[in-house]
């Protein structure tokens, strides 16, 4: 007991006080700006042979991007012609070329509310990140904080559950909210609520108020790292738990949050499965399923004349967005990816 | 145990003290159940009790009857499970699964490691080029399964633009069943940037004396990559080897979005691009088949638990945690 007692409650040496080397839970955003020295580096010849070499395999990781972009400014005819810059430029975002039906730019298409996929996407992954980051704070800080009975089991608990593969529990939980929409539906008994089950929004993020496995893994890593001092300090001042937890570990906790928000708000904008699952009406599809949306309608196989060139449009206006955030975040994206891997 | 309060309480006379202890142990219990209750709650409506759900319903034949309330729901002891066994596209689903992760897992971890020990040891740029790298992993799958589409077209596409270049006439990736796990794996290389990271900090964190030691001893690089690189990271390895395996398992967003729904590519999916999380999502959600699908769900949990298994024991014998630096 007293080893594991050791190791769960640091006080001092692995936190925010002596920051460590990059190595093991986030200790690269604990110890931010210190590096141990690096290990020895490639000479002469064999530098510039390795740079080509890193220069020719970033073409092969950056082309598909540059292809994207360009072939969603060319007209139709020319999307294949495989051109990086296009030898005639279209527009085939937004405006009203001509009346003809079926020649309608991206924003423009029937039927087909991007804006209001983009706007879904964006409300969804910022509410659900946002939950799931809160909750998960919270019953990490309890694994890292308190002692109490059966907490080593609960804890090997959650690690199992990030081994369990969705589809398990996919289609009991979506028997649960179609029961759901049926209590809250018109006839049921539960009318007055407002409609909450399948074909809403709720099932997408709903259960990010529960706290995720991953996240609470990750978040407990990094309460262990905060000296017990410091929150003991707050209890002295005559704190109670929760305004500890507020006051104390959350705002210590900032660079864990970010990391947990920015993770979660990729795996929303990525999710097909769940949208697909849940959503029927047009209006409430979020950005993947919309684009999947548009290429079954556009593409050439499901009876569209392949414009591809709108569905390239499309492609980049769900990429861009995490191009931007991966810009502004980089440093939390990679350091979260280097402490642990991600949720598988 | 006196450790738990902080000095100031456990200071004072013994008895009340231990009264005093007591009772704050009581109070931190409740609150720690309190602040863990979220976690709970979410496990019991949306981990356990579906658990349970699932498994009962794949002894039934719950299905798109018993979903509207036409018809009750009725036990069928095990033959969803033997259906499954007789599904010839159970075992081509299954098939399709492992190729295309036999595929992926070991090529994405090559890939990954060599470019995190160029990275680690290059003289400059090496931030630039992880950038550059990670890139492509935070590709929305969806658009990923579009870019395999128009990438890999087999008459119009770069890809064989390419190859054309260098005199290789290129197989039609996306309708040719041969050639649809290949394009779809090396696709799935091309996202390699996350586990690059994880292996870029491992390599970072390897103490210099150790090579300097093995220097010293005559190590030749080789020796030097076998003897002290590879069991350093060797719980970084262990540990990508099992997410990357688990996630190719359950491959859905890339390969349905290129192949599978309201006819992106016709009328008829390839086979050969049929998985078997895309087979279980159609069962379910498109054919409702909820019975059949819980029992293909709970096949492939146990063919996940029994490779993940299989990975611990293996590994055990090569993965080196330094001083009990324990995952």
């Known amino acids: ?344 | 145990m006196a450790s738990i309060a902080s000095s100031s309480e456990a200071a004072g006379p013994p008895q009340g003290a231990r009264r005093r202890l007591s009772a704050l142990r009581e109070k931190e219990t409740w609150t720690a159940y309190l602040f863990i209750l979220p976690w709970v709650l979410g496990f019991v409506a949306l981990t356990a009790g579906p658990m349970v759900a699932s498994l009962y319903f794949s002894f039934t034949d719950y299905g798109v009857q018993q979903i509207a309330g036409f018809e009750k729901t009725s036990r069928v002891g095990l033959e969803n499970y033997r259906t499954l066994l007789e599904d010839p596209k159970i075992a081509l689903s299954l098939k399709n699964t492992f190729v295309y992760t036999l595929m992926t897992v070991p090529a994405k971890m090559m890939v990954a490691l060599g470019l995190a020990m160029i990275l680690a040891r290059i003289a400059y740029g090496a931030g630039f080029f992880r950038t550059v790298f990670y890139l492509p992993d935070i590709t929305p799958p969806v658009a990923i399964g579009i870019l395999i589409l128009v990438l890999f077209n087999g008459s119009v596409g770069v890809v064989n633009r390419a190859l054309g270049l260098i005199g290789i006439p290129g197989p039609f990736w996306t309708t040719d069943p041969n050639w649809i796990k290949p394009s779809l794996a090396i696709m799935s290389v091309w996202t390699v940037g996350g586990t690059m990271v994880i292996y870029l900090a491992a390599l970072k964190a390897v103490p210099q004396h150790l090579y300097e030691a093995a220097a010293m001893d005559g190590a030749g690089p080789w020796r030097r990559f076998f003897n002290v690189t590879l069991p350093m990271i060797s719980p970084a390895l262990f540990f990508t080897f099992i997410v990357l395996t688990i996630a190719g398992l359950q491959t859905f967003t890339e390969v349905y979005t290129a192949y599978f729904g309201a006819g992106s590519t016709g009328a008829e999916a390839p086979d050969a691009a049929l998985m078997n999380v895309v087979y279980l999502f159609r069962q379910a959600f498109e054919f409702f088949n909820m019975g059949f699908a819980s029992a293909m769900a709970w096949i492939l949990f146990a063919i996940i638990m029994v490779i993940t298994a299989i990975q611990f024991v293996v590994s055990r014998r090569f993965v080196f945690y330094q001083g009990g630096d324990k995952r």
Do not use: C
Request: hydrophobic share 50%.
């Open chain 1, 1 to 344: 007991m007293s080893a594991g007692a050791q190791e769960n409650f640091p006080t001092g040496g692995a936190g925010v006080a002596t920051p460590r080397v990059a190595h093991g839970p986030l200790g690269g955003i604990l110890g931010r700006g210190r590096r141990e020295a690096e290990g020895p580096r490639f000479g002469g010849v064999k530098n510039i042979f390795f740079l080509l070499l890193l220069a020719g395999i970033s073409i092969l990781a950056i082309y598909p991007f540059i292809w994207l972009v360009s072939a969603s400014l060319k007209p139709q005819a020319d999307v294949f012609d495989n051109r990086l810059i296009p030898s005639d430029w279209q527009w085939n975002y937004t405006g009203d070329p001509s009346p003809v039906p079926g020649d309608e730019r991206l924003l423009a298409l029937p039927d087909t509310p991007v804006l209001t996929w983009i706007g879904n996407s964006v409300w969804i992954g910022l509410l659900g990140a946002l939950l799931v980051a809160l909750s998960s704070a919270i019953v990490a800080f309890a694994f890292a904080y308190f002692r109490f009975p059966g907490r080593n089991a609960l804890f090997a608990l959650i690690l199992a559950t990030m081994m369990l593969p969705g589809a398990v529990t996919m289609i009991p939980v979506y028997l649960i909210w179609n029961e759901i929409s049926k209590l809250t539906g018109e006839t049921g008994s539960l009318a007055f609520m407002p409609d909450i089950g399948v074909n809403t929004q709720y099932p997408l993020w709903v259960p990010n108020l529960f706290g995720s496995a991953f996240y609470i893994f990750l978040m407990r890593q990094f309460f262990l790292g905060i000296p017990r001092d410091l929150f003991e300090a707050a209890r002295i001042d005559g704190d109670g738990y929760f305004s500890m937890f507020r006051r104390i570990a959350l705002p210590l906790a900032k660079p864990a949050l970010i990391v947990v928000f920015i993770f979660e708000l990729q795996a929303k904008w990525f999710d097909l499965m769940t949208p697909l699952i849940y959503l029927r009406d047009t209006a409430l599809f979020t950005l993947p399923l919309g684009l999947k949306t548009i290429l079954d309608q556009q593409g050439a196989g499901g009876g569209g004349e392949g414009r591809w060139e709108i569905i390239m449009a499309g492609t980049v206006i769900t990429v861009l967005p995490m191009v931007i955030l991966f810009g502004i975040f980089q440093r939390y994206f990679i350091e979260g990816i280097a402490t642990q891997g991600r949720k598988g």
